[in-house]
Structures are given as C-alpha cells and as structure tokens.
C-alpha cells in the first residue's frame, strides 16, 4: 500500500516577486528574484541545492521550457531540474514532485520555482492562447460562467454574493505588498465593473500577471540543523479528472471532480478532517470558483459556501479564512507561478509573518488550484514544525 | 548523503506503437496503443496504475498538455499525473520521475507514457518551432553541425566515418517491425544523399516522426508477484548544463557536459563503469552525435568513438552495440516519445525478445537523451533480474 508524504518534508525557505505588469523585469529575472529570496530566508544558496522544479504553462522566449529556465538564471549547472506543466495546477504539482523526490532519498534538498510572464509575450503564448481557446469562443470566464449560473441557478445565488468575494479578497490583498491589483473594491464596484461573461464582471475575474515564486524543501533533519522557522509538508496530492466536463452527461456543474479527490487524498496523507485546516489558499481565477472550492474541499457542505461568504466566515478574521493573501483574485495569476506563491503564504501565515492579513496562530493551512476547468486539481497541506 | 535508487525500482511492461507518418492515428490512439501494449505486456490494466507520467515536448491540438493527455484517453481519472518536458530528455525524464515516486513509497503502480505527433500540427507546433527556432536561423541540423565540423577537424574524422553510423542503424532499423525509416542505406547513398546542414547530408539526420511509447514501474516485490520478466532500474540521472553552449567560451565544441555529468550520476548510482554496459540506445539525432555520445557515456575516449564505428565495435555483434532498435535515425524520433522508445529496447534486449538485432546476452543495458543541443541529458540504466 502507498504510504504517506506526512512530515517527511520540510519547507525551509519561501520566497516571491512582486506580481503585476512586470515589463521591466525578464523570465530570468522573476526566477532570480523568486529564487534568492527563498535562498535568503533558507540560509542557503544555489550549491546547496541538489535538484530543481521548474513550474511554468506558458513557455516565455525568455524562458520557461525544460530544465534550462532555472539552470542558466541561477548557475545550477550539472544537475536534474524538470519542468512540470499541468494547466492551473502546475506550481502545486512541481511542488508536489519535488517533495517526492525528497521522500525518495535521492534528493536532500531541492529548489522548485514557479514562473510565468503573460504580459509580453513576443511571438508566443497570447497568438498560441488565441488559437486554440479564444479562436473557439471558449475563454476561461465563459467556461466557468457556464457552471457558475448553474450553480447560482441551483442554490438561488444573486451576483451580490459573488461580489463580496472579490470585496474580501480585495481586502486582503491592499494588505499585501507583493499583490498584483493592490486596492479595495466595494461591492458596487464589483456590480457596475462591465461585464465580462454573465455573471463574472471584470472585477470578478483574476487578472493577467507577470510574477513567480518559489520554495526549498528538504528533509526534517536538514531544516532542524538550518535551525529556521520551517513548516512541515502534511500532504501533497494531485488529481486529473476529464479534460472535457462539460461533454460528461454525468456532470452536474456545480463543482469539481479533480478538488474533491485531491482533496480527499490529501486530507487522507496528513491525517486530517477539513475542520482542521485553520486557512486555505484556493484558486479564486473568479469569484465563483472560490465558492465552489471551498465547497469541494470539504470546508462547507455542497450549496452552503456562498452562505459562509455571507456571514463573513471566509474572512481573515472568521472562522476559516480563505485567501488572506488576496487570491488569484487581487495578488493576481501567473499561472505556474500561483501554486508557489499560494505555499509562500502558508508559510509566512504558518509562521506569522502576515501583519495585518495574519490568521490567528494557524496550525494547518492548505495550497489549492484548479485548472482546465475543472480537469486536474493539486492540493498541498502545510503544517508548523510546532 | 542521497541514496541510490538502484535495484529499488522493476520495469513490467513495455509498449510502443509503430513509429512513422501515423497521419491516420490521433494523439490519443497513440497513447492508447503504447499503453495498452505495455499493460499487456504486464497483465496489468489501467485500474491497476496508480499515477501516471507523461512525457511530451510540443503539445498537439489533440493532445500532449497537462495530466489530461492520459486521463481522457485511458479513463485514468482521479488520479495523478503529471505532465514532463525537459526537451528531447522529455521521455527519459518523465522515466525517471515516475521511479522517484515509486521509490517514495507514494504509488505502488505507475505508468510513464512518451508521445508525440510531429507530421500534422494543426495550428501548433510548427509555426511556434519556425518562429523560435528556423525564424532565427538555427536549426537542429545547423546547430549540431557546428560542433560535428569541428570534431571533424579536430580529429580528422571525414564524413565517410558519419555516414557509417547511419548505414549501421539502418541495418538494425531495417530488423525492427516497428521502425520509422525500415530499410537499409549504403555508405555511398548517404554520401550522396542531399545536403542538409555540412556534415549532415539527409541520411545523417533523424526523421520527424510520430508515435508513442509506454512503460509500466513497480516495487521489485510487486514484479515478483506477477511472475513476469521484469527488468531493474540501476541508476537514472537528469543534468542540466546551460542552454546557451555555443556562447560559452569554456565550451570546446567536441562533447556535451549534460551527457558526461548524467552518466558518470547513473554510474555511481547504479554501482557500475561504462565498461559494463552491454548495449546502449543513445540519442542519435544525427550521425555525429551518436559518435560523440559514445565518448560522453564513457565507452571510448574523447576523440576515438569514431575508430568504434569503423572498427564496427559498435554493430549488433560488436563489444558495445549501440542502437539496436535502429536508433533515431531509422527508428525516427517523436521527441518525447524517444527515451521511452529506448526503455522499451533496452527491456526487450534484456529479455532476448529482439530476433535478428538481438545483442547476445545482455544483462546491462542503458539508455540515453541528449537535448537543447547538449543543454539537458538523461541516463538510465536498466539490469535483467538475474
């Protein structure tokens, strides 16, 4: 039988770039920045580092494809670094084999750095992004819009409610120095923003963000010896569902497959309930989804999650606070860089580092995205070393 | 200090689909063939895997992006499965991820599929290669023809010497069912061939190729169990060396450090010297680079795996056969599909199932990719199980 990733990894170092339009800065200097930051919160430096992760959807002509896009920025010549690319989810599953790699003995420790440029894109990404979605009508707010009227169909869900989503987030984020759209909105904004694809305004769609992140994992017995403020890895679990959901005459549209079983397989490994977890980071690409996950993740039964959101439960403040780092929603969304940056949060709020967005001493907190829609969901659960 | 992954880790099962101009079989009908072929092999079915890796460099409109690419085609849903690219090292990579998570203890059964679709990319891969790569005027040809020259003057190699590798790998191509080039070549046809990039006329390069290859892992206590001919994985290593090697001073043009960093990892890791190696499949993408890789892997010195090939040492019955299956070159080389393809040559040689190009009682066989050219290698060596 498989056995658990629990407490066999320690995250020992966090560290992350501004996110935003960052045309002045290239590819490799997002994973420069990423990189020795973390290296400076580890105590570490790039010869300390056994193997890489690399986590980006999009390669960039400045970087982003096979091992190289780390190798050359940090001087990590001679040794293994694999990118890993799965949709939404590819900061979180680089994450995830690296720690696998740690488990595995092979490795004592091991940088992972999640990158993405999605501003300027010379000769790349946006023309590829053009053909193969938007040239077929089907852009990401349309394709979650389409299971979010179901769902606000089904559960008698007005826009208000999903505005006050992004009213949170907002909230969270203007208290965020590294966040992409780094200011509050009230809910009226987010109602008379102009639409996007119904229900989703501008305001409640993520933005489109340069940015990356980055994370060291290594053994417990190395990060006791570094002698830092380390968090433990409590599990670390990817699921793929179908690539087309909305083709499945099974699928009910009002949630995720691939969150619910990774999930579930998460919580499984860390030996937990979902009433453990004290903070989440999950993929709020637009409002809806971040009810939806939280839904998914087992926080709040099937049609209640909008009610938490409601009541202020998700506040930073209440009692399960998601997204305390703003979200996809205001720290904005590279897309290989979101996962990574989701475990730097945990981290820092784990350790309390988060000022006035920190959750009151949080013991768990969990890293969640959702990409395809819907078709591969990864979910890390991190907890203090104690 | 890291562990070795050797003898930790059993291959089952291998597949692989016919190589060619498979205009007739979508991505997913290759994955499937190469799949099912490996389950076969193992008396395994998709329900028995428990993750899944998928090697793929240039995602095709009908498949090749994120842990989809296997879970629609092989209903293996909620699941993990990750999707790896580290260049033409993509199917040796996703191999050697796939065994750390074995050796992690995290999956009992985990299958590694290598795909690609290179002759009909509707809307993708070749526009984005022309403008990355052709738009600039480096091609793969003229990029590894640069170095070829200048190991030619360095060692007074002519281009007879080149073309006897491809008349070699013909040979061997030519006694593989599933080969993309199936035929022979005479020395004085690839000499006369028309020229490509100087060294390489036509018949000194491999071709585009599509098609799939697949692989099934375990536990060496779970191949014991299902009474197959399983083979040991000894050691698999990845490095990476910078992605710029033409603009590096240090470079001398006549090796790849990527390769001599990765094989002298899968020694140490494997307990064994180059001179124990029974066979080897080696990335062969042009005739030149077959003669350098033997030198890199260390089966003769740097400036002498020339005199190999016309000593005819590197032939089926020579002391180190080199490409059995056909290599590259006749074989052909959908880019992540490849380092899958050589496992599956490498178990088959282990087992004796390889007919008229079998290598007399092999019992080490290793196989390899080199990309970028020279920016990313992988190694693997696989043991019979004695």
Redesign the interface.
């Given at each position: 039988?498989?056995?658990s990733?629990r407490d066999k990894v320690a995250v020992v170092g966090v560290g992350c770039t501004k996110f935003g339009d960052l045309y002045d800065s290239t590819y490799e200097d997002q994973v420069c920045d990423a990189a020795f930051a973390a290296f400076d919160d580890a105590g570490l430096g790039p010869d300390d580092v056994?193997a890489a992760y690399v986590g980006t959807y999009l390669p960039h002509?400045q970087g982003g494809?096979?091992?190289?896009s780390?190798?050359?920025p940090l001087r990590?010549?001679?040794?293994?670094?694999?990118?890993?690319?799965?949709?939404c989810?590819t900061g979180t599953?680089a994450f995830?084999?690296a720690c696998?790699?740690i488990?595995?003995?092979?490795?004592?420790v091991v940088l992972v750095v999640g990158s993405e440029k999605l501003k300027d894109r010379p000769?790349?990404g946006i023309p590829?992004i053009g053909?193969?979605v938007l040239g077929k009508g089907n852009t990401a707010p349309g394709l979650f819009a389409l299971a979010a009227n179901r769902y606000m169909h089904e559960f008698g869900v007005t826009r208000s409610t999903l505005a006050k989503v992004a009213v949170k987030n907002h909230w969270n984020g203007k208290r965020n120095a590294l966040s992409h759209l780094r200011m509050e909105v009230t809910e009226e904004q987010v109602l008379n923003a102009p639409m996007i694809a119904w229900p989703f305004g501008l305001f409640d769609c993520c933005p489109t963000t340069d940015g990356a992140a980055a994370a060291i994992v290594c053994r417990p017995e190395i990060a006791r010896k570094l002698g830092k403020d380390y968090a433990l890895v409590k599990g670390a679990?990817?699921?793929?569902?179908?690539?087309?959901p909305y083709y499945d005459p099974t699928f009910d549209y009002l949630g995720f497959?691939?969150t619910q079983?990774a999930a579930k397989a998460a919580y499984e490994q860390a030996g937990i309930a979902p009433s453990d977890v004290d903070l989440a980071e999950v993929h709020d690409c637009f409002t809806w989804t971040e009810i939806t996950n939280v839904e998914d993740l087992g926080f709040f039964p099937k049609g209640e999650g909008w009610k938490a959101v409601e009541e202020g439960k998700t506040r930073v403040d209440g009692s399960i606070p998601i997204n305390p780092s703003g979200g996809l929603k205001s720290f904005g969304h590279p897309i290989g860089a979101s996962g990574v940056r989701m475990i730097y949060e945990c981290v820092k709020q784990l350790r309390g580092q988060c000022g006035e967005r920190q959750v009151k001493d949080p013991e768990i907190a969990l890293a969640h995205n959702v990409?395809?829609p819907g078709?591969?969901s990864c979910v890390v659960v991190l907890g203090g070393a104690g």
């Open positions: 039988m498989s056995e990733i056994d002509s494809k096979a091992g190289i780390l190798a050359d990590l010549y001679g040794k293994p670094i694999t990118r890993v690319e799965n949709f989810a599953d995830r084999n696998l790699s488990v595995s003995g092979q490795h004592d000769g790349r590829r053909h193969q679990a990817l699921a793929v569902a179908t690539g087309r497959r691939s079983a990409g395809g078709a591969v």
